[in-house]
């Protein structure tokens, strides 16, 4: 009677307690206390005519409904995100922006504030181990000639956003005009933040799809994607493209930044490292 | 019914353990959901920043969820509490049925009515779903990087689905303020008892 004892979704369901001990009943022993909701307390037993707390374990149901439900979509999440990727691509009102995953960039800062900086007060140098320390105005680097490279964003945390053009001065050619000194090895980017560091190998500063980024998007790049001036180095996860860059200093050795003395990884390749297998972005 | 002078004019709903556990889980949700919030949506992470504090906030906020619950185990009445909103009765059907129609029509519950029953369910499995998506996504070395990639489809998905069901339990308790008092002070009006809970009974406290 009583209590229907379907399938899997309800393995520990007693029957009703009728005083009938059947292997059926579960594993516990009739009269044993227990944390189970069968056994209660003479103060807490309903009577015969109290509809309270009898009938079918639906809140169980419920609960283990909603891991199976977890469960199914933890494996058909690579295919789900397609479809809402699929749907996001055609929606003209921009709205799925505001759902999960639903395409573009998401906003991390590490700093409590950051200041906004514009072509009067903007300054980046460039300094450390080189023969011509210098500092650039926002002008000064619109004045040197661009680079616009269109490649995948990939966020070590998932998200990507296909095809974004970013366009400025490739780092090398401000390397080259400061003279890097032969012992240097490495590049420490400082951002106005206050707080975010990245760094590259010098030789991987040198690679042309790594740019001093002016625009993005072709637009300039606004103050909450790190403008006016960020890195953007195209084949690594996007933390290495630090926002809001301020200082370039030629190193001797690597100095970790940020992210990376939290434990990701120093050479960030798309797909090879942080323990990822993302398409490569460049 | 009007009930006999001599009796109570307000039951005993809830024990000072029972509301311990809901005030307690109640603003660890909060600080959950808000510093998710903070990590989610973009006017807000901007004005917030500061990243690293408000994961580690979020993380140990939803990490100690389900622990007033827990505790709240050793409680005989908390105990029997959850017996019923476990167990559905033909006049929980019929509430449903009603309330689903926006009929008029009896909504027959006990001390807990269907639809709460639904949302206790529910809401316990989407926590431990939210807690178990969440520690993929926290102890990156648990799963390989498929799983965690489904992790935070889902862990934002069910986001989504909570933040309209919680807002629905707050909208529902801010509409009632009998049922407030019920979990601030402990007790209910009779009336009030027999009119949404006619099939609770109760003991006069």
Known sequence: MGAPLTGALAPVTAGRCDGNLTVRRGPWRRGVRRWSNRRVSTEERTDPGDPDGRGAPVGRRLVLGMLGLGAAGLVAAPLLQRGVEAVAGRDPTGLTGLLPNGGGFRYYS???????????????????????????????????????????VQCVTGWRVP?????????????????????????????????????????????????????????????????????????MYFYKSAKWLSGITLTDRVEPGYWERLGYDVDAWVGRSN???DAPTA | ?????????????????????????????LVCVASAACLYLPPLAELVGRR???????????????????????????????????????????????????????????KFNAGQKVYAG?????????????????????????????????????????????????????????????????????GWAAREHPLWEHSDR
Not at chain 1, 130 to 144: H, I, K, Q
Not at chain 2, 64 to 88: M, Q, Y
Not at chain 2, 100 to 110: D, I, K, S, V, Y
Request: with cysteine; hydrophobic share 45%; proline share 8%.
């Open chain 2, 52 to 110: 690293r504090l408000v994961v580690l906030v979020h993380e140990w906020s939803g990490l100690l969820i389900p622990l007033p619950f827990l505790l709240g185990l050793v409680s005989r009445a908390f105990r029997a509490d959850l017996r019923r909103l476990n167990r559905f009765g033909p006049h929980d059907r019929q509430w449903l049925r009603s309330a689903l129609r926006r009929e008029r029509g009896p909504r027959p519950a006990g």
């Open chain 1, 110 to 152: 590490v700093a409590s504030s950051v200041p906004e900086l514009g072509p009067q007060d903007y300054r980046l140098t460039v300094d450390g181990l080189v023969e011509r320390p210098a500092t650039y105005s926002l002008d000064a680097l619109r004045g040197l000639p661009q680079t616009r490279l269109v490649r995948d």
């Open chain 1, 163 to 235: 095809s974004t053009p970013f366009e400025g001065v490739p780092l090398s050619r401000l390397l080259d005009a400061a003279g890097v000194r032969p012992e240097a090895r490495a590049v420490r980017f400082d951002c106005f933040d206050g707080t975010y560091t990245e760094s590259l190998t010098l030789a991987q500063a040198r690679r042309d799809d790594v740019l001093v980024a002016l625009r993005m998007q072709d637009r300039p790049l606004g103050h909450s994607h790190g403008g006016p001036v960020r890195l953007y180095v195209a084949p």
């Open chain 2, 1 to 29: 019914m009007p009930p006999p002078p001599e009796r109570p004019a307000r039951v005993r709903r809830f024990t000072a353990g029972q509301r311990w556990v809901h005030r307690t889980t109640a603003w660890l949700a």
């Open chain 2, 122 to 190: 529910w809401l316990a499995g989407a926590v431990l779903v939210m807690l178990g998506t969440g520690l993929l996504m926290w102890f990156t070395g648990l799963a390989p990087l498929v799983w965690r990639t489904g992790a935070t489809f889902v862990h934002d998905w069910l986001a989504l689905a909570l933040a309209v069901v919680l807002a629905g339990h707050i909208g529902k308790a801010l509409a009632d303020p009998e049922a407030r008092r019920g979990m601030r002070t402990g007790s209910v009006e009779r």
């Open chain 1, 275 to 277: 323990g990822r297998d």
